[in-house]
């Protein structure tokens, strides 16, 4: 049985700049990965058909270890759709030698005007069953809000400029 988590937040920050941090990747690695970790890209290359390379790492790797090796999660990305100021979707897939975390995710993000904020929800498809939901719920969650964190600081940023 495959499973769909989803979040979503309310932003103040405006939709453009909102969707631009979806598909830049200096902006991706401040904001993406949870609390706990950091993030680099391998490879990047935002458009659809293309694909993307990210290492997450533990700043304090649980006992069992990350889903691709002792300290982190390593994640093969590819953009099926980029509809600009609306949506971005894309397969995720773990390296992981582990069938637990095997299988391929969709998770769309989309960004639609709330009263001049922006909400940005984000949908997970076919998560793996290796990853609970609370821990998942935990994970989207505190993206979002590095993600409104991060605009915050920009915000403040552009009205310094």
């Known amino acids: ?47 659809p058909g293309s694909s993307y390379r990210m290492v997450l790492t533990y700043s304090d790797p649980p006992a069992q270890g990350g889903k691709s090796n002792a300290d982190s999660d390593v994640l093969e990305g590819r953009f099926v759709e ?11 897939e773990f390296s992981s030698a582990e069938a637990i975390f095997g299988g391929t995710m969709t998770m769309t993000w989309s960004v639609t005007r709330v009263d001049g904020d922006t909400r940005v929800e984000l949908r997970a498809e ?29 915000q403040a940023v552009f009205r310094a400029e």
């Open 1 to 47: 049985m495959t499973r769909t988590d989803s979040a979503s937040r309310v932003v103040k920050a405006p939709l453009s700049r909102v969707f631009e941090a979806l598909v830049d990747p200096g902006a991706l690695v401040e904001w993406l990965p949870p609390s706990g970790m950091t993030g680099r890209f391998e490879h990047f290359d935002a458009q």
């Open 82 to 92: 980029i509809e600009p100021d609306d949506r971005v979707v894309q397969t995720v």
């Open 126 to 154: 076919d998560v793996p069953v290796g990853i609970s939901a609370a821990d998942h719920a935990e994970g989207m969650n505190s993206s979002l809000q590095n993600l409104a964190d991060y605009l915050a600081r920009r």
